[in-house]
């Protein structure tokens, strides 16, 4: 089905545990993310050609011409043959787990309202299906009226950020129960003071936390861009390959788990964040707050919802 792509994105897993999708019927995105969005990255160069032969883009703001809007690769898009695949997937039997606009963001305020209603009305539609959706536009992400069968994100990489969620969440309570509200801590770019009352208090179900991967030179230019205070504290490893990773601090992750633990809330660690240093890891402190089994080759904790947890 057009647009349909099996995701390496650990987290993404389809109901049955195994590895799930990725559909973009938007993409593109004006957050400000530019120093370590994969996406933008991708937009602007392997993906490049196919993107600029969408024509259906946001109305550019006045500073920008139409013109300069549709040379844009990342400029926001709609894809109407990826909605239409939306409705296909309700004849798949077999359920799916699917992250919804992975390289564009859904929830931001120049997405216009019929876009997000011809997803939406695909996403009920394909009821049988898990989507995963992911937004840094957290005023509007919070109070949008997603379908029954969506996971709501929310992107963090900040303390600022981090306290914004929790309060718009508190406030914002989500109508259905049994959703997954969660967060995402990617790429982690400073310390988090996580609290377990203020995550239940939001309704968060599931957090995320992962480290920000890719070249040396352009992680070596992400750091210095970053906090000084963080600078510091942000270490450069390699990972596989020639791919590197921007790793937090051990006391940074075992604060989340910390958190996680006492809320009862799965954690789910990305691979990349075992490239810290292994006397870092060693920890008898940091391995029973991330639940780490010296047996399982010190493999963090990779647990989905509804999975037991060690409390």
Request: aromatic share 10%; with cysteine; hydrophobic share 40%.
């Amino acid at each position: 089905m057009k647009g349909v792509n099996k995701t390496t994105i650990e987290w993404v897993k389809n109901p049955d545990g195994s590895q799930g999708y990725t559909l973009s019927p938007i993409t593109g995105c004006q957050n400000a993310c530019r120093n370590y969005c994969y996406a933008r990255e991708l937009a602007l160069t392997r993906l490049k050609n196919s993107y600029l032969h969408g024509n259906n883009i946001v109305a550019p703001i006045p500073q920008i011409t139409r013109a300069a809007a549709e040379a844009d690769p990342f400029h926001p898009r709609f894809w109407k043959e990826r909605v239409e695949t939306l409705h296909q997937l309700a004849g798949v039997k077999k359920r799916m787990g699917v992250f919804l606009c992975d390289m564009g963001e859904i929830a931001g305020p120049w997405v216009p309202v019929d876009w997000l209603m011809d997803i939406f009305d695909g996403i009920e539609t394909a009821r049988q299906h898990r989507f995963y959706i992911l937004s840094k536009c957290y005023n509007s992400h919070v109070v949008l009226n997603y379908p029954r069968n969506v996971w709501v994100g929310f992107s963090v990489t900040t303390q600022a950020q981090y306290k914004m969620v929790m309060e718009l969440c508190r406030l914002y309570q989500d109508d259905y129960s049994d959703r997954i509200r969660f967060l995402s801590v990617e790429p982690f770019l400073e310390d988090i003071d996580m609290d377990a009352d203020e995550l239940k208090a939001a309704g968060i179900k599931w957090v995320i936390a992962g480290a920000l991967s890719g070249t040396k030179k352009t992680l070596e230019t992400i750091m210095v861009k970053t906090d000084k205070d963080s600078h510091t504290a942000l270490r450069l490893r390699h990972w596989h390959g020639t791919k590197m990773v921007l790793v937090p601090k051990i006391e940074w992750l075992a604060k989340v788990g910390a958190a996680t633990k006492k809320a009862g809330i799965p954690l789910f660690c990305k691979p990349e964040l075992e490239a810290m240093p292994l006397k870092d890891i060693i920890n008898l402190r940091v391995m029973k707050l991330l639940d780490i089994d010296p047996e399982k080759n010190l493999c963090f904790p990779q647990v989905m919802p509804g999975e037991k947890i060690n409390v």
